[in-house]
């Protein structure tokens, strides 16, 4: 399997696809101001306890106020509190958590009431983005992850993950870890670390450790401002990266150069030797374009998904849980009979689902209606296949083996809100009155659009994205259309085909690729 990355980056978002054997299987999309993201750290106060829930919401600065449960508090938590009143109190010296002495854990049965008060200063990290209308899920077992660790503060344990089967190879590491760690820090070990050297590992853990220290310092300088975002996680894309990364990896195409090199140093510390596959995409044509990524997005979502021989799944998707039905369409008949073309269609459903369940980033409960099979021996492959499909997930999951009923539930993990794109198109003519102008004279409509960038405007070179079909219309011809508006308007006109528009959408962009909203230009005169 080899794998691919691909980051477009938007004057207003950042998307990053990643592809498996050329199949489109993760997507996400972030804008560029988007704060909140899992991993952030706060220095905030509770706003308000919530004794009936044993929770509390905290201010950190979003529309709707974070929530707290006494269960995410921590079991270190007074060693955590005492250690964040002492940095406040104490604006000189930076205490050393290496020389904090721990005072009891909280009990598992406590209140949210006996623990906290309004007012009081506490120190989270974002466990959950804002989701729907609920505001951003937080701990205080905070953490810092790295490529090989996780380093949680006031925990003197040391995890080896389970996907390390080798015993040999988890004492060693455990080993290790007990003989480098400074006091008072836990220890996650990830499944990369298999193998790993411990010069490698001791690198990354005083680079955790220096990220501690650099957080505390900030807690110091907060100066009674609430909240204060005193860490802030890598951004979206190196930490993809950090998850992901893997000798499976071809190439990473990226358009932007800022990007470029900031990922580029990034493999260059973790993989010099392959450095190398980092590229910087400079094409004309968009990014996910180029690479029929575009494409693929059109086809994978959207409430029905066809994934062979005439066979689709519909997802839709309610507060509660997702809802998916598995459809054998008008696929030609198995010749083993009913039973054989059922438990086809399903396998290959399980197939489809599990790309979905990554692509989409769905979470929570997921109810899968399969087509009904007799032979439990189907039942059976069906839940197997759904089982080695889904160990490619990184988020956490549950399957529940299917029902008399042919159900199938699944639980998983849901940090972010589920990725919802939309793949029809509204008419950017009519909306949706169904109404629109003479297509004929579309071309006559963008040569106004040139006429006042040129002349009003004075803006010489700047490019025109339009539908493929439009692009190849204006660019046809030795004397094309393109060629004429060059000459007549005296500028430097790129004509540059775009997937994700629709038939009579149309942008213009300047010279440093920010988008110039003629329509509006227009519509102030």
Known sequence: MTS?????????????????????VELQREGRNASFTVGNMYLARVKKLMPGLN?????????????????DLGPQFNSLDKFVRQALSDKKKTPLITKTNMLPELEKDGTIAAT???GQEVLVQIAKEPISTKG?????????????????????????????????ERARLKQLLQSIKPRNFGVIVRTVAEGKRVAELDGELKVLVRQWEDAVKIVQRSNNKYPTLIYEETSRVVALLRDLFNPSFENIYVNDAIVYQEIKDYVTLIA?????????????LPLFDNFAITKQVKASFGKTVS?????????????????????????????????????????????????????????????????DMSEPSNRQKVYERMMTNMQKDRARHNILPLSKFGLMQITRQRVRPAMDVTTTESCPTCFGTGKIKSSILFTDTLESKIDYMAHKLKVKRFSLHVHPYIA?????????????????????????????????EY???????????????????
């Open 507 to 525: 942008a213009f962009y300047d010279a440093h690729g920010e988008e110039i909203d003629m329509k509006e230009q227009l519509d102030n005169q």
């Open 472 to 504: 190849a219309y204006i660019n046809q011809g030795v004397v094309s259309l393109k060629w004429r508006w060059r000459m007549k308007y005296g500028c430097k006109l790129s004509i540059i085909p775009s997937q994700k528009l629709g038939f009579l």
């Open 55 to 71: 929770a509390c919401f905290v201010d950190v600065g979003y529309e709707k106020d974070a929530f707290l449960h006494y269960l």
């Open 307 to 371: 994934y062979k021989s005439g066979a689709y799944l519909i997802i839709e998707h309610t507060e509660a849980l997702h809802v998916v039905d598995v459809n054998s369409g008008n696929r030609t008949k198995n010749p083993s009979g009913q039973e054989g073309n059922a438990l086809e269609v399903n396998l290959g459903a399980a197939d489809e689902l599990a790309r979905q369940l990554r692509l989409r980033d769905m979470g929570g409960i997921i109810v899968v209606d399969f087509i």
């Open 116 to 118: 906290l008060k309004v």
């Open 136 to 168: 951003p899920r937080l701990t205080s077992e905070i953490s810092f992850a790295g490529r090989y660790l996780v380093l949680i503060p006031f925990n003197d344990k040391i995890s080896v993950s389970q996907k390390i089967k080798s015993s040999e």
């Open 4 to 24: 691919e990355l691909f980051v477009d980056v938007q004057p207003k978002e950042v998307a990053i696809a990643l592809t498996e054997d050329k199949s489109l």
């Open 272 to 284: 010099p030797e392959r450095v190398g596959i980092v590229k910087h995409y400079k094409g004309q």
